[in-house]
């Protein structure tokens, strides 16, 4: 625990010295840039969603019953007006849930929000404290800042009890996909268990998602202050409710894990790279946007098929 205490607080007298070298950069790259890793994730990306109910027609799947029936008769002599009206219940029940398929998640049905460039100032209390409240709201829109930033910066002045550099022995160019955004990783107890978390949302598996933790390392140790700013995600992903159930009492869901997406880097107005991401949708490509809305259709390369498979 000592140890890690102690590379913490090397890492934020490494950031001074690196800020007072910015100060004397007057050129056009700064050379701080190089030793800063920038992590944006945009936990609240919301879309309302298609879904579709198959099911067989006639006694296979269901029947509707038929209870108490009413009729009234009513007259009103004194001002010559009469009538009468009829009461029914009904209920339509399926008993064999076998020959019912629901389907979530078809298609888009429209944006919300959580997908623009505004970002959370972790300098200022008002933008933390308004983005805590739009993210723990699930009953309304999302409208709230879209993304997070992280800044976490690398040296290799940090060195273990081995004496090897800290960042060339755990930086990881590569990321899982998804990752375990909100982590409960405390530089102060560095081994506390594995976090476990639930992946349907019926809340019922669950699973060891350490193999997607990233910010459990010891370079990232400062993502334990920027952890008390965010809002309680983990709550927000054990409290998820089934597409059926969320669409009834008009809740939205909100997880804390996050998949891979698209990047692009251009200097000069010049596209450098571009990285597809790749979600729980699958990847992006041009025009991917459309297809998801159920808009348009992806034209597949190749030669004509003359077989049809079943």
């Not at 993304?147 to 590569?174: A, E, I, P, W």
């Not at 405390?186 to 809340?203: C, E, F, I, L, S």
């Not at 202050?225 to 054990?238: A, I, N, S």
Request: proline fraction near 4%.
């Amino acid at each position: 625990m000592r140890r890690a205490q102690d590379q913490c607080d090397k890492l934020i007298e490494v950031t001074a010295q690196l800020l007072d070298t910015k100060r004397q950069k007057v050129d056009n790259h700064n050379e701080i840039l190089d030793h800063i890793e920038i992590v944006i994730i945009r936990p609240n990306i919301e879309h309302y969603m298609l879904g579709i109910i198959l099911g067989m027609g006639g006694d296979g799947l269901g029947n509707t019953l038929w209870g108490q029936t009413e009729l009234s008769v009513y007259d009103d002599s004194m001002h010559g007006v009469w009538g009468m009206s009829y009461k029914y219940h009904e209920r339509a029940i399926v008993f064999n849930e076998k020959n019912l398929i629901r389907l979530w998640d078809i298609a888009y049905d429209g944006y919300t929000g959580g997908k623009d460039d505004t970002f959370v100032d972790w300098t200022h209390e008002d933008s933390v404290t308004k983005f805590k409240e739009d993210t723990m709201d699930v009953t309304k829109n999302y409208a709230g800042s879209s993304m997070m930033v992280l800044g976490f910066v690398h040296s290799d002045q940090v060195k273990d009890h081995t004496g090897h550099s800290v960042y060339r022995k755990h930086f990881q160019r590569n990321w899982p996909s998804p990752i375990l955004f909100d982590d409960t990783f405390d530089p102060h107890h560095p081994d506390r268990q594995p976090v476990k978390a639930t992946v349907g949302y019926d809340n019922l598996d669950v699973l060891d998602v350490s193999g997607f933790r990233v910010f459990n390392k010891p370079i990232y140790a400062s993502y334990f202050y920027y952890r008390k700013h965010f809002p309680l995600f983990y709550e927000l992903h054990m409290q998820r409710k089934g597409a059926g159930e969320s669409t009834e009492e008009l809740e939205t869901t909100t997880d804390s894990l996050a998949f891979q997406g698209t990047m692009r880097i251009k200097e000069d107005g010049r596209l450098i790279t571009e990285i597809l991401g790749s979600g729980h949708h699958g990847p992006d490509y041009v025009g991917v946007a459309s297809i998801r809305a159920g808009k348009g259709y992806k034209m597949v390369p190749g030669r004509p098929m003359l077989q049809h498979l079943v």
